[in-house]
């Protein structure tokens, strides 16, 4: 069956580090991939999606680049900041599941001033 | 309406009471999930609504969960005879298709005492 493994955590960065959170899926098909975010409190977020190979989404300066061949999807931003500090969640989303989104246990991030 | 909308947003009932948990999409989404979200968990998959009909109940932990979608729009989650280990956040989400990815609700907040 379709599933996700994320990189367990807590991930616990200084201020301006580089992040990494990797994300891995097995399937039959070709999802779309996406990561959502949860803030301390707060709702999730969709933070960013790509939804054919070698697509790179990107927003408030994290990246993930959509890769068929390790069937990977690792958010990465260069700087984190305290702001970044929260839940991520990889997600991917098959057609043949009624674009049901499977989601990965969830990545918190700290990060340190 | 602007976003999807919960409610109550919290719910703290008595061991083996019935609860009745809301949802209202965004207008003119024809997907509606379901999922759960236990203290320091992640999001588990409940149910899945295209339209008033439900392809995918595998979620579903046992027969005292229940949902409903009339109109194309408002769900209802039930939970018969409450357990503590039913308590969690529940959240709602919504899409108009897939490949946009989801709009979450708040969630509601189920604290059984």
């Known amino acids: 069956g379709n599933s996700v493994t994320q990189m367990e955590g807590p991930v616990t960065l200084s201020e301006e580090a580089f992040l990494t959170i990797n994300c891995t899926y097995t399937?039959?098909?070709?999802?779309?991939l996406f990561w959502y975010v949860q803030y301390p409190g707060e709702g999730l977020q969709l933070l960013l999606k790509?939804?054919?190979?070698?697509d790179k989404g990107s927003n408030k300066g994290f990246e993930a680049t959509y890769r068929k061949e390790t069937t990977s999807f690792h958010l990465e931003k260069g700087s984190v900041q305290v702001s970044d500090s929260a839940v991520y969640f990889c997600?991917?989303?098959?057609?043949?599941?009624?674009?049901?989104?499977?989601f990965g246990g969830g990545t918190r991030l700290m990060v340190k001033p | 309406g602007a976003g999807v909308s919960q409610s109550p947003s919290n719910k703290v009932t008595e061991k083996g009471k019935d609860v009745e948990l809301r949802c209202d999409p965004i207008s003119g989404h024809t997907a509606l999930y379901w999922y759960r979200q236990s203290l320091g968990q992640g999001l588990e998959f409940l149910i899945y609504?295209?339209?008033?009909?439900?392809?995918?109940k595998s979620g579903l932990p046992s027969d005292r969960f229940s949902a409903e979608r009339t109109g194309g729009s408002v769900s209802t989650l039930t939970i018969q005879r409450t357990q503590q280990e039913d308590s969690a956040v529940y959240l709602c989400?919504?899409?108009?298709?897939?490949?946009?990815?989801?709009?979450f609700g708040s969630g509601t907040r189920l604290t059984v005492v």
């Open positions: 399937a039959t098909g070709y999802p779309s």
């Open positions: 997600a991917p989303t098959w057609d043949n599941a009624g674009n049901m989104l499977t």
């Open positions: 790509a939804t054919k190979a070698d």
């Open positions: 609504f295209q339209g008033n009909s439900a392809p995918d």
């Open positions: 989400a919504s899409s108009l298709d897939g490949n946009g990815g989801y709009t």
